[in-house]
Each structure stands twice: as C-alpha cells, then as structure tokens.
C-alpha cells in the first residue's frame, strides 16, 4: 500500500491560484509515476496530468495545458500540482494516484493505470 494524502484546496475566485501537494507517509514518492484526476458531481474522473518516475516526462490534459504544472520535489517526498488561472468549470475533488512505472519514462493516462489513490481534496472556483 501507498498511504496518499492530499493537501492544499479550497475555494477561490475564478482567474486565481492555488498549489495542491501530495505526500506518503512511510514510502518514497520518487520510485512511482505519479498523476493527478479530477471527478465533478455527476462526472466521471478523468486526468488532469502525469509524471514519470525520473520527472523528465509529463502529461497535461488539453484543457489544462499552459494554466497548469505538475512537478516532484524529492526532497520533500512531494508532487505538487500548481494551479493558475482557475476557471469555474475547474471546481472538482482532485485526487493524486501511484503508479509502479514500467519504465523510467512511464506514466498513466486513464484511471485504471494507477494502482493506489489518496483520499481526494476539494477545489471550488466561483465566478
């Protein structure tokens, strides 16, 4: 198991920021490919971005490319997920995911590539 713990949302205003973190207690983040989803009411949860192990290769989804940026800061045992640019339909629990990498440039694009999920945080953009 992978204890995720999800940190940083709220609420802001629509064009605004805010930094989510995920952590694990207990195991080194550095050793997975990491990614985070997003799930709204009534939706399914769909990929907002990825990471490979080493960091060197990323996935954004295509209505997050140039607002938002994924990163891992080893050193904290981290990946953050910085959020700009915030728009109202960007209101949803987002969730970070482990996956064991099949390679050092692997990483997941669909739920059921990733073996082990947090708990989810709650990001809320009004307009």
């Known amino acids: 198991q992978v204890p995720l713990v999800e940190s940083g949302g709220g609420s802001v205003q629509a064009g605004g920021s805010l930094r989510l973190s995920c952590a694990a207690s207990?195991?080194?983040?550095?050793?997975?490919?990491m990614g985070w989803f997003r799930q709204a009411p009534e939706k399914e949860r769909e990929v907002v971005t990825a990471i490979s192990r080493s960091g060197a290769f990323k996935y954004y989804a295509d209505f997050v490319k140039g607002r938002f940026t994924i990163s891992r800061d080893n050193a904290q045992n981290t990946v953050e997920l910085q959020m700009n640019s915030l728009k109202p339909e960007d209101t949803a629990v987002y969730y970070c995911a482990a996956r064991n990498p099949r390679s050092y440039y692997d990483y997941g694009r669909v739920v059921g590539d990733y073996e082990y999920w947090g708990q989810g945080t709650q990001v809320t953009v009004s307009s």
């Open positions: 207990g195991r080194t983040l550095s050793t997975y490919a």
